[in-house]
Each structure stands twice: as structure tokens, then as C-alpha cells.
């Protein structure tokens, strides 16, 4: 570790690029785009943060933080970069429901505290992705069509602003409402207090079909999501598979759909509603079944190891047979597109929001297009075509689902994951709260005039 002078002063470990465990320290979950931080500061509470922030003020340095790196699409170059994975506290109250994790608290971490009170966050389906992150997108979850978006059920939370000023903020506050749903844009979240759920178990588990029932697929899960109950949070996804060893025998190197199920109530009935599929022809796997929620992430296994990746999405007003033939015609073995096609139910519980900065409540259906990572920070080839064929039935995007490809962070971009309205008054919140945009290595809000 450098003995340089002119470094934040904290009680965490604080690396230049000549120290050993520079890289170490940088190194997250994306593989294909890393932080090149002058600084980075491996904060240990929030004081440490504090003194981190009110340095790169002082210098005018930018600021990125980083958890377990699930989320990077825009890397800082230069300035400072925040690890915040030592900052892993967790404290549950039984009595109120709720929860208080620290900055670095994983997803997988909170369920199993959660789990020893037969309880469970609003988590999403990787247990290695940090929690706060996922809920400064939004944080859309395995069961969010019966209890809507993680962000929704936020009590509280800390923060340090740009002018190294540690705020706490309830619902009512100004900041509060900008912030989730705004990702990193108004400084660091050292801590948040969040709801949990009393739910101990859930039927689900993946429904897979061989490629001769891909299309056939799609369109059985698109009609039948047209009558489940809000207590049903389901998606399909289309892939192929790698030929690799972690992958099992009879699913590498299959081109197949994958139907995922995560309900909320007793297993005959989570029988009665997955019979439907069943019936679209023989899977190549079918574990539905009654699981402790503690075991949710087994619903849709994400990969467990870093990678790279990129990724646009389309939030939809409808899902129709036209646009799954453009995403399929596409996106099919030898297509233009070499992607992963995951579609996601909304609606439910999704509709109704709080007081924060979530827009396209009235959207249907998130198409998500999963690719390797472009030419340096430019988009992979095809994507521009897949939103291009969604336009018709489009109403905006997600910018919590969109990786990599930082080159194309502009301001429009940023834009098109709000209405206009917000926009506006996030902008505006920006300008007083950040008006030197210290806090723009993300999908960037710029000060407004």
C-alpha cells in the first residue's frame, strides 16, 4: 500500500495503481469492464466513506462505487473508487419486520439471516448480487408481482452526499425519492433499513424444453401469463447452453427455453397452474417443487463466476406473437444477435409505487438481451437491431438491466428510463444535491439548469 501523502484518510485499506492488491481490490463480478480508479478505498464503515467522499471533493475527482461489480457498465477512469464489501452487517428484527444491512451485504447473505426468523427480502435471482445496488436499480425480484418492487418496501437509508455531509433519509425526503430507483447518481448508500416478508417456502424451479419446442414454448408461456395470479412471478428464457462442464450432460450445448416459477402459496395449487406448461411437450428438466425460500436461487441458477457480459432491455406495453417472431428471427442459432433472451412477467404488485424513482409501472412484460461485451465501450453488434424490432410495443427501459457498453450512456439513454416528469425533478435534485456530477460513473443524471 502506498505511503503517498495525498490519499483519504481512513481506517480501510487504500490502494494506488503501483500498490500490491490494486487489482484485487478493483476486480469484480463483470469481467469485461473494470474500474482504473487514481484511488481506491477498501471502506470499513461509514466514516471511512466520509472521508473518501470529502477527498475526492477536495480534488475534484469523480466518484464509483463498487460492491461486487454485478452492475458496472460505466468504469471510472482515474478519481476514486469505493469497495464496500467489508461493510457486511446485518441486523434483523423479528418484531418489525425489517432488516439493516450495511453497503456490502449480499443478496444470498440476507436470506439466510432472514430465513432463521421465517422471514425473506424481495431479493432477486443471484444470491452473490449486493443488495444495496439491486435496490438502488429498483430491485425487481423472484416474487415481485405479489409484492412489487424491493425499492417499494425501503424504510431507510444512509447516505453521504457530495459535499461529504452524512445524511439519513426517510420516505418524505427529498433525496429518498430521488435516490431509489437512480442508481448511484446522489452518492454513497452506506446502509439501508428495508422490509422483509414473512414467507418461509415457495414452489418453483425451471420447466426446460430441447429446441423443437422453443417457439411453442414462448407462445404457451405468453397466453398463460395472461391469467395467473399476482402471486405468480415467472419467466422464460431462451439460450444455448455451452458445451462445458459445470453445465449438465443433457442440457450442454442445447438450444432450449427455460420457463422459471416462483409461487407464493401451497404446492397443489402451484400444481394446478404449471400443468398448462407441462403440456407444451417433454422437458429436459422439470424440478418443480415446494422448496424452502432459503433455496430460491436455485430458480433460475444464475452462473456463480465472474464473466463478461452486456445487455439492452425493452420495457413493453404487450407481448405479442409479432415480437417474439422478430426477437426469435434475431436471436435464433445463426441468427444476427448471439444472445441470451430472458422475458420477464411484470405487472401485479408493480403497478403500485411509493415514493421513489420508478417509472413504466404500466409496462407488461422486461425483454432482456444478454450478449458478450462490444468493442471496448461500445454496444455488441445486434443490439441496436433488437431494440429496433421492439420499438412498436416499447415504453422505455430498465437502467438497472443495462450492462456495459458505456459509450452509449448519454444523456438520451438516461432519459428513456423515466418519464419526463421525474426526469426533470431528478435532474433538478442533481443540480442542488451534486452539481460537479462527482457521482457520474453510472448511467449518468447531469445537473439540471
Known amino acids: 500500500m502506498t505511503d503517498t501523502a495525498m490519499q483519504p484518510d481512513v481506517t480501510g485499506p487504500v490502494f494506488t495503481p503501483e500498490d500490491a492488491g490494486y487489482a484485487e481490490e478493483i476486480a469484480g463480478f463483470q469481467t469485461a469492464y473494470t474500474h482504473r480508479p487514481a484511488f481506491v478505498v477498501g471502506a470499513r464503515h461509514a466514516e471511512d466513506v466520509r472521508a473518501a467522499v470529502e477527498f475526492a471533493a477536495r480534488h475534484d475527482l469523480a466518484v464509483a462505487v463498487q460492491s461486487t461489480g454485478h452492475g458496472l457498465s460505466v468504469a471510472v477512469a482515474g478519481g476514486v473508487l469505493i469497495t464496500t464489501g467489508r461493510m457486511d452487517a446485518i441486523t434483523v428484527d423479528p418484531r418489525t419486520r425489517t432488516a439493516r444491512v450495511g453497503a456490502g451485504v449480499r443478496a444470498g447473505a440476507l436470506v439466510e439471516a432472514a430465513a432463521g426468523y421465517g422471514l425473506a427480502p424481495l431479493n432477486g435471482s443471484s444470491p452473490s448480487v449486493g443488495l444495496v445496488g439491486y435496490v438502488l436499480g429498483g430491485g425487481l425480484g423472484l416474487l415481485a408481482r405479489e409484492f412489487g418492487y424491493a425499492a417499494d418496501h425501503v424504510r431507510s437509508l444512509d447516505l453521504v452526499t457530495a459535499d461529504g455531509r452524512m445524511r439519513t433519509l426517510t420516505q418524505g425526503d427529498e433525496l429518498f425519492g430521488a435516490v431509489l430507483g437512480s442508481g448511484g447518481n446522489f452518492g454513497v448508500v452506506t446502509g439501508l433499513e428495508l422490509d422483509l416478508v414473512p414467507v418461509t417456502e415457495i414452489y418453483g424451479g425451471q420447466l426446460v424444453f430441447d429446441t423443437p419446442l422453443v417457439g411453442a414454448a414462448l407462445e404457451a408461456w405468453r397466453t ?21 462442464a459445470p453445465v449438465p450432460d443433457s442440457l450442454r450445448g442445447r438450444h432450449v427455453a427455460s420457463i422459471r416459477i416462483a409461487f407464493e402459496g401451497p404446492d397443489e395449487e402451484g400444481e394446478r397452474w404449471a400443468a398448462p406448461l407441462r403440456q407444451i411437450g417433454p422437458r429436459l428438466r422439470d424440478d418443480l417443487r415446494t422448496m424452502p425460500y432459503a433455496q430460491s436461487h436455485t430458480i433460475h441458477s444464475d452462473p456463480p463466476f465472474p464473466h463478461a457480459y452486456a445487455a439492452t432491455n425493452a420495457l413493453l406495453s404487450e407481448l405479442t406473437p409479432q415480437g417474439l417472431s422478430a426477437l426469435r428471427a434475431l436471436t435464433a442459432p445463426g441468427g444476427r ?30 425483454v432482456r438481451v444478454i450478449t458478450g461485451p462490444g468493442d471496448g465501450d461500445r454496444a455488441p453488434d445486434g443490439l441496436a437491431a433488437v431494440r429496433e424490432a421492439l420499438a412498436p410495443w416499447t415504453i422505455g427501459h430498465s437502467l438497472a438491466f ?48
Open 402 to 449: 443495462l450492462y456495459g457498453a458505456g459509450g452509449a450512456a448519454d444523456a438520451a439513454q438516461t432519459a428513456a428510463g423515466y418519464s419526463p416528469h421525474t426526469y426533470r425533478r431528478l435532474t433538478a435534485a442533481k443540480a442542488k444535491y451534486d452539481p460537479r456530477n462527482m457521482f457520474r460513473a453510472n448511467r449518468n443524471i447531469a445537473p439540471g439548469s
Open 337 to 366: 444477435v448471439d444472445a441470451v433472451i430472458d422475458i420477464r412477467h411484470l405487472g401485479g404488485a408493480l403497478r403500485h409505487g411509493g415514493c421513489t424513482s420508478i417509472d413504466h409501472r404500466d409496462a407488461d412484460y422486461l
Open 224 to 244: 398463460w401469463t395472461a391469467i395467473v395470479p399476482s402471486e405468480l412471478t415467472s419467466t422464460i428464457a431462451v439460450l444455448t447452453y455451452p458445451d462445458i
